[in-house]
T-cell receptor, first 112, second 114 residues
Framework: KAGVTQTPRYLIKTRGQQVTLSCSPI?????VSWYQQTPGQGLQFLFE???????NKGNFPGRFSGRQFSNSRSEMNVSTLELGDSALYLC???????????FGPGTRLTVL | DAKTTQPPSMDCAEGRAANLPCNHS???????VYWYRQIHSQGPQYIIH???NNETNEMASLIITEDRKSSTLILPHATLRDTAVYYC???????????????FGKGTHLIIQP
């Protein structure tokens, strides 16, 4: 069974731009969660989607948003990029909301 | 979700068992103990989880104390590829809506020595 895939793997943007990251969960998984990892803050939860609905959200500004499609694929968007948004963005999928999560390789975003 | 305490780093000789401790003294009755690891620059990898009883899978064993206030992850025969940051996470398991994300602490950096 194919794992979680994330595209693109690497991205360079400039301040003020916006970016969209994509995540394809493991087949049959309906829950998708997004995390941000930085050297200073570690791994932090962004939000979780289940059945196309955002079920929970971490402590991030409204510039961070996401959505989930009917095939469980998910996208997250960051608008008005700031230098501090440079991070590894990780997507994780699980069969249900409280099952073990399987992570993708991440998208490394660099904001210049 | 309850907080966890782990040593920041540990060494283990290749071929020996690696025993990683985790303290979760404020764990609630409906919280599971999960272990993940992250090899440098990769996404975290699920290892194992448990509620009360000891658990074993192809990767590791999880030993949870009777009072559930601490646990130990055991990698029976550590290899160089097991060098990673290991995260112990406690998480409530309930049905219905409102899934909280995993709360990652700083974890334990396990270094397997040749």
């Amino acid at each position: 069974k194919a794992g979680v895939t994330q595209t693109p793997r690497y991205l360079i943007k400039t301040r003020g731009q916006q970016v969209t990251l994509s995540c394809s969960p493991i087949s049959g998984h309906r829950s998708v969660s997004w995390y941000q990892q930085t050297p200073g803050q570690g791994l932090q939860f962004l939000f979780e989607y289940f059945s196309e609905t955002q079920r929970n959200k971490g402590n991030f500004p409204g510039r961070f948003s996401g959505r989930q499609f009917s095939n469980s694929r998910s996208e997250m968007n960051v608008s008005t990029l700031e230098l501090g948004d440079s991070a590894l963005y990780l997507c994780a999928s699980s069969i249900g909301q409280y099952n073990e999560q399987f992570f993708g390789p991440g998208t490394r975003l660099t904001v210049l | 979700d309850a907080k966890t305490t782990q040593p920041p780093s540990m060494d283990c000789a290749e071929g020996r068992a690696a025993n990683l401790p985790c303290n979760h003294s404020t764990i609630s009755g409906n919280e599971y103990v999960y272990w993940y690891r992250q090899i440098h620059s990769q996404g975290p990898q699920y290892i194992i989880h448990g509620l009360k009883n000891n658990e074993t899978n192809e990767m590791a064993s999880l030993i949870i104390t009777e009072d559930r206030k601490s646990s130990t992850l055991i990698l029976p025969h550590a290899t160089l590829r097991d060098t990673a940051v290991y995260y112990c996470i406690v998480r409530v398991a309930r049905s219905g809506g409102g899934a909280d994300g995993l709360t990652f602490g700083k974890g334990t950096h396990l270094i397997i020595q040749p």
